[in-house]
Structures are given as C-alpha cells and as structure tokens.
C-alpha cells in the first residue's frame, strides 16, 4: 500500500461513522501507544493487525510490529500453544522496536490472556471478549477459576466486551452461517479499537472491497462487523475518551508499509532489472522464508522466474544452473535449509558463479521455534561448509532495510562472480514499518558483462580489480568450457590434481572475498566519534533495541555509543580501529555469542557478550540495565 506524499505528517480524515472520529467525546493526546492483539490462531489477530498498522501508517504515524505467531498449523482452539499475537507500536516520534511491553492487550480468550498477561504493566489497558470465558475455555488455558471475577485482574484497567454476541447482533439477517458470524469478530475488534485510538478506517474498508469483491456476502459482513465496533466505541459509555497519537515528523515522500519479506523480494527485482537480467529463484518453502517465493510469484509483468522445487537441494541446485545460465539466480530458505544447500553452495563457490542465499533466520537447532526470531545461523554462514570457502556474508537491520540489503547481495554477487548469504530473520520477515520509496534513478548501477569475445578468453582470467572470472553463457560461439566441482586450473578451468594449483585457486578465491572490504563503507558510530567508555556492537535485527537503549543511556549522561555491522565477511576493514577507541565492548545478540567469537578472534578484544536464546527479541530494558552494568564494572 502506497502512502499519498502528505501521509507522511498529516493524518488522514475519519469517515466520520458513528459521529465524526470521536467527535462525541474528549480526546486524551498520547506520544506513542503500543497494542498487542491476541487470540486462537483463527481468530484472525495478524489480520487486524496488519490492518491496524495501516490504518496508523495512513494516520501519519512512525510505526514497527512484531507478529508472533504459534508453531503449529492448526493447535487446539483455546489452547496455549495456538495463542497468535500481533503487537503494534505507533508513535509521533521516531520508533525502533514494537515496544518492551503493551499498553493495551486485546485478548480473545483465556488463552491469549493466560500467554499474555505477565507483559502487561499494572494499569494497562485489557480488553476482553466476555463471552470467551467460559468453563470449557478456560480449562482448555488452564485456569482454575475465571479471572474476570476472582480479582486477580484488579490493578489493570478491565473492559470487558460481549464482542461475540455483539457481531452476531450487527450481522443478524445476513445469512451467514454461525462460523462464518464468528470469524468476523476481529474486524469488529478493529473498528473498536481504530475509534478509539482515532485511526482512518478507509484504507480497511478498500482492503475488504479488494479481498471479497468476488464474494459479496462476506464483504457485507465484514464491513457491517468493522462499522458495528467503530460505533460500538463511539456510542458505548464503557470508554469515556478516545485517544489521538498525532502524526510523526517524517521525510517527506511516497512512503508504503512493508514487511522485511516484501522488501526482500523487490529489492532482489530491482536489483535484476538494474542489471538487465532475468531473475530465477529456486526455493522450497519453509517458515519464515516462503513469503518471499510468494512475492517473487506475483511479479509476472517482470522478467521474474519462480520455481516451487521439490526440496532444499533441488531449489539451490537449480538456482545454480540459473546462475550458469546467465540469469540473477536466488534461493530462500532458514536455517534447516541452510544444512541441505550446503553442499551445493560450495559448488557454486568453486564454480564461482553469482549466486544469492537468503536465510531468514529461525529458532533452532533442528525444527526448533520455527516462528520464533534468533540469530543463530552467522556462524553457519561464514563457515557452513566443507572445504575452505568463504562467501560474503550481509546482515539487514530493519524490514526496509531488507530491501537495500537484497540489491546489494545481488550487486556483490554479479561483480565478483561469488555466492552471497543475505542474513534477515523472523522479527524481520513479518516486521512491518514505514517505507520510503527510493529513488531509482540514484541505485548503485549494477553493471553485468557477459562474455562474448572468444579471442583470448580463458574461463579463469580474472579482472585485475575484483579478480572475479568472466560470466560465459552457455552456447555462446567459442566460449566452451570445462565446469564442475573437481579442482580446476588457473586459467583454463580443467581438471587439475596439482597441489600448487589448488592452494593457489583456493587463497585467490579468498583473496577475491577479502578484497570486497576494499568498497565497504567506513563504519559509522552512533554517539561518541572519537571513543568513550562502552560502545554496544549488534547486527542483524537488535538494530532497533540496541539503539533506542543506546540513546536512552546517553540520555542519561553516560558514555556509550553504537555501531551496527551490516557487512559480516568481510568485516569492515576500519571496524577493530573504531572498537579499540572503546574502553569496554558489548555485543548483544540473539544467540550464545558468534559475532563476540570472530571479534575477539580477528581483533584480540576482550569482547563482552550479552546472550539471548528464547525465541524472542531483546527488550529495550533489558539492554539498557545490562549496558548500565557492563559501565560500572
């Protein structure tokens, strides 16, 4: 969904349903409000989520989400382990994280609020479908008495809402089935909570028109249970204000709401239509990287070729054979995925033909978490492999980042004729924030020479810059050549048994991958330039965590600062010079300490890991408490 240039500080005007944006009662301003939505993974929680967060973006408002959904397709209904939530932050300042804890819960049964309450801060808000807490529900959550009447609800601020019978009341006569009356409780939820917190619902109702054109019944209901929650709100004396969280200062700019996926995927078909190549993605699905084979999909009026493979081996295998054919070759996976390929990646290392792996990183080992953020596989990335063969290595740090990062995988990876590994991970991947489109035109050029020219060409002559070999298509006159996973000669690519030979392929494929430290740009310090006493080191996902509490401590008079790696092999090359200004080094991440190994192993600094492995971001107080700690000593 694309932003109109003046959604970027103004909000957008309420349809005026149910008197006018709250017109019939006071309005209470907030700086920012986070909400998370929760309930049975049927309840349709990621829905009005995503759909709140657009409302907000629309509104004007800095926004970043943190989807969290249950590992199993379909748990039981009213169970722990089939709990979904969605939690928003939306604010008139600048916002790096979903937020440590809620302000407002939305739970849809005794399951969301049992998963959910301990997050809850006392005085939050907690909004509940009464009906939902009945005796078979709250046994299936494991309560043994129903909270709503036995006071241990009592320091938080309880509304308790007959959101089931209030839908089937509002869509009474539609000749929907009882089913079909209940899955439309989350956009009533939706238009409650859009009045009260004054969100533009337009963008919902053009969202439902688009989803349900072909099915007029149910596009009926579920705007009459949207419209029944805005009045619901509007005319209820249960909330005696609405509240309004003005619109944030912003660059000025088309601007759209997306998901780290989704900015993965056109960054990779921005990249391909830079160089002026097909683009072939090779993939078998797994959480959370499918998404981005979806999107890829859907781009059929680009030169864009998707292929649902069969498995992990198969979808790298024939990504490779796209690469050898001259196409922008990719293949998705997490980090199972990342085990199977890794055999066929190191065939592509030694053919060196361009190649972009993407792992969305998930909690492990094995099947893990899958729904569940951590950044466990960088150590898989750099050294995943039999055989020394090493592959440049980018992490991206927000969803919209995610889009830069994926075009210049594919920029690394056509001019020095290597595979590269994108780094993303679940926070990322169903993340959302505000997007500002870039400029085309002001992309770094991504400029692809196929060889054409038989006279004097040897498949193994190297530019004498990136020392990257020539991209011979097949089947162009004169071009033939020997490829294959066996050793290869310097210069011709035949097979070789030579020991000089293979040492000195292997170190002028290193020395390829370490010469790109050559165009990385200088690591850039957030706070105190010239050193101090902490500086917190993070990559990948902790970006926003780790700078909101780097800012926080500075706040108060402390001497700490930030730097964020994008580029993980090779590591910048002024990146130890900038540490050693430090007193002290922090490096939190969600895993047991893998960047703090290669810092402490490639600089000889006594790095200080911070270890997160629960299957969930860092919060913003924890960090903050832990740099305090890391300062005193």
């Known amino acids: 969904m694309a932003l109109p240039p003046e959604a970027a500080g103004h909000a957008v005007e309420s349809s005026g349903l149910g008197g006018g944006n709250a017109a019939h009662k006071p309005g209470v301003r907030r700086d920012s409000v986070v909400i998370r939505f929760a309930g049975d993974s049927g309840d349709g929680m990621q829905l009005a989520g995503m759909q709140f967060t657009a409302e907000s973006a ?21 169970t722990l382990a089939g709990v979904s939530g969605f939690q928003l932050n939306f604010s008139s300042r600048e916002v790096f994280t979903a937020g440590d804890e809620p302000n407002v819960l939305v739970a849809m049964n005794p399951a969301a609020l049992k998963a959910n309450l301990d997050d809850l801060p006392p ?38 809402v007959d959101v089931t ?17 209940f899955r439309c409780r989350n956009l009533f939820v939706l238009g409650m909570l859009s009045w009260l917190y004054q969100r533009p619902i337009e963008s919902t109702q053009r969202w439902l028109e688009g989803r349900f054109k072909k099915t007029p019944e149910l596009l009926e209901a579920n705007l009459m249970a949207l419209k029944a929650g805005y009045n619901y709100g509007d005319t209820t004396e249960m909330f005696a204000s609405s509240y309004e969280v003005p619109a944030a200062t912003i660059k000025a700019g088309l601007y759209r709401n997306i998901t780290g996926n989704s900015a993965t995927a056109l960054g990779f078909v921005a990249a391909a239509m830079s160089a002026g190549r097909p683009l072939f993605l090779g993939s078998y699905p797994i959480t959370p990287a499918s998404d981005i084979l979806h999107e890829l999909a859907g781009f059929k009026n680009f030169p864009v070729y998707t292929f649902q493979a069969e498995d992990e081996i198969a979808g790298v295998a024939s990504a490779i054979g796209a690469a050898f054919g001259g196409a922008i070759a990719l293949t998705t996976t997490s980090g199972p995925g990342m085990n199977l390929k890794a055999e066929a990646v190191g065939l592509a290392v030694k053919t060196e033909l361009p190649l972009v792996i993407t792992d969305v990183q998930r909690a492990g080992p094995s099947t893990g978490m899958p729904t569940k953020p951590e950044q466990a596989d960088l150590l ?46 679940n926070q990322l991947a169903n993340g959302a924030e505000p ?39 097949p089947g162009t006159p004169g071009l033939e050549h020997r490829i294959g996973g066996l050793s290869s000669e310097d210069l011709t ?98 895993n047991m300490g893998q960047l ?24 913003v107080s924890e960090l903050t408490t832990r740099i305090l700690r890391a300062l005193e000593g």
């Open 493 to 590: 690519g035949n097979v070789s048994y030579s020991p000089a030979n293979n040492e000195l392929m292997v170190r002028t494929r290193a020395r390829k991958i370490a010469g790109i430290a050559r165009e990385i740009p200088p690591t850039e310090i957030f706070g105190d330039a010239q050193g101090g006493d902490l500086v917190v080191l993070g990559w990948g996902s902790t970006f926003g965590s780790l700078r909101e509490a780097v800012k926080q401590v500075r706040e108060k008079g402390k001497s700490v600062s930030h730097i964020h790696v994008r580029y993980l092999n090779p590591l910048p090359s002024d990146l130890g010079d900038q540490l050693r200004k430090f007193k002290k080094v922090l490096v939190p991440e969600l």
């Open 380 to 425: 898989v990335a750099m050294y995943g492999r039999h055989g020394e063969s090493p592959i440049p290595v980018i992490a991206a740090s927000t969803p919209a980042d995610c889009f830069d990062c994926a075009y210049e995988a594919v920029r690394l990876a056509t001019k020095y004729m290597t595979p590269v590994i994108l780094l993303t991970d």
């Open 123 to 160: 005085n939050g808000v907690l909004i509940v479908d009464r009906e939902a807490f009945n005796d078979a529900n709250l046994k299936r959550a494991g309560y043994t008495s129903n909270p709503l009447n036995d006071h241990s609800l009592d320091k938080y601020q309880v509304f308790q």
């Open 596 to 619: 703090s190994k290669l810092v402490r192993a490639d600089y000889l600094i006594d790095a200080i890991g911070f270890n997160k492995i629960q299957g969930r971001p860092f919060k």
């Open 58 to 78: 629309l509104a004007g408002n800095d926004i970043a989400t943190l989807p969290d959904f249950p590992a199993e397709i379909r748990a039981p209904a009213g």
């Open 165 to 181: 019978k209030l839908t089937t009341l509002a869509l009474h006569g539609t000749g929907l089935n009882n089913r079909a009356v």
């Open 435 to 473: 997007w500002l489109l870039p400029d085309v035109s002001k992309l770094p050029d991504i400029k692809v020479h196929l060889a054409t020219d038989p006279n004097g060409f040897m498949p193994y002559r190297r530019d004498t810059e990136t020392l990257a070999r020539p991209w011979a298509v």
